[in-house]
């Protein structure tokens, strides 16, 4: 697999909960760290994801946004 995102994190999925039309998957890193993705149920179906599943996070964003109170 060659991306040209730099920040790809090999996790194992931890949940996968479907909606209607999206799915929210849950990756949890070695670290226990979890990263969290909104894709469309049909996706999460062509990539077959079950939980126990090993699944790669792949972040690439322009912006990263930073907010306090």
Do not use: H, Q
Not at 30 to 53: F, M
Not at 54 to 68: D, F, H, L, P, R
Request: charged share 25%; glycine share 6%; proline share 1%.
């Amino acid at each position: 697999m060659k991306l040209s995102a730099r920040n790809v994190f090999k996790g194992k999925v931890k949940k996968v909960e479907s909606g209607m039309i999206n799915s929210e998957i849950v990756i949890e890193l070695p670290s226990g760290t979890e990263i969290i993705s909104i894709i469309t149920k049909t996706s999460a179906e062509n990539l077959n994801l079950k939980e126990g599943s090993e699944a790669y996070a792949v972040i690439k964003a322009s912006n990263v946004m930073i907010a306090i109170d």
